[in-house]
């Protein structure tokens, strides 16, 4: 089998659930050194560490037999051969859904995991894409604070980022947008949608060339939730270049 093939099967082998004839194949690509293998196992087990000390272990129920047992309609006054098989059966049975629940409960738990990293991976390189614009000397910035405040940061190739505070959540249906707007009546020009924290708090990052010689005003106005191609409201911000 083939790196692509054996991708989904990383997280199981490191939790012990692979299944053959998966487990032998990517057993052997780690036993020839196999890159793109060791890689993900290895962030698998790290995963599986993290799950380790984050999910509390769970423990069959004490009268997950019994109630096996009654649900079969089984009395348990007598113990003949019978009544012993039918209790092996029903204690059986409640293994293999127990188990089954915990397989299921692993799953929904290593999804969990594997997207709170995604987040926090798109959120780290975001973060490091505002650090580096704020870095650059090409950036020139503006403060803006009728009501809204904050700064508007402005590179010439890597684009336009706002930091905002006292911007109230937006109402329900509606979006805030940022607009680069032209000098001379041009039309403004879409610059990306965004909210605001509940806190008022806001970051928006817009990426992509700015003309800072054409360009007079960084504006942000309330529009329905999906934006539109102009501004249809009076803008909340207005920071001038």
């Known amino acids: 089998m083939k790196c692509d093939e054996l991708r989904d ?9 692979a299944d053959e004839p998966e487990k ?3 057993r052997e690509h780690l036993h020839r050194g ?9 962030s698998a087990r790290e995963l599986a560490a993290l799950m380790a000390g984050t999910v509390p272990a769970v423990a ?8 096996i047992l009654a649900s079969a309609g089984v009395e348990q006054r007598s113990w003949g051969w019978a009544a012993a098989w039918v209790a092996a059966c029903g204690l059986l049975l ?4 127990y188990y089954y629940g915990r397989e299921q409960d692993i799953a929904l738990t ?3 995991f594997k997207e709170q990293s995604r987040q ?3 959120e780290l390189a975001r973060l490091n894409e505002v650090l580096s614009l704020l870095n650059q000397s090409e950036t020139r910035d ?12 402005v590179h010439p190739k890597s684009g336009v980022l706002l930091i905002a505070s006292n911007l109230p959540p937006a109402p329900a249906g509606k979006t805030y947008e940022m607009w680069v707007i032209p000098k001379g009546g041009a039309k403004p020009v879409r610059a990306g949608e965004f909210q605001s924290a509940q806190d008022g708090t806001a970051l928006h990052l817009q990426r992509g060339p700015v003309d800072l010689a054409t360009t007079a005003i960084i504006a942000v106005t309330l529009e329905p939730a999906g934006g539109v191609d102009q501004p249809t409201s009076t803008p909340v911000i207005a920071a001038t270049l």
Not at 9 to 17: P, Q, S
Not at 60 to 67: E, G, N, Q, S
Not at 94 to 97: E, L, W
């Open 9 to 17: 099967e990383y997280e199981l082998y490191a939790l012990g659930l």
């Open 24 to 26: 032998a194949e990517l």
């Open 34 to 42: 196999c890159a793109t293998c060791t890689s993900g196992v290895r």
């Open 60 to 67: 069959p129920p004490a009268r997950l037999r019994k109630r």
């Open 94 to 97: 409640g293994a293999v859904v």
């Open 110 to 112: 290593l999804a969990y």
């Open 120 to 122: 926090q991976q798109t």
């Open 142 to 153: 503006v403060v803006f604070g009728q009501g809204p405040k904050g700064r508007v940061f």
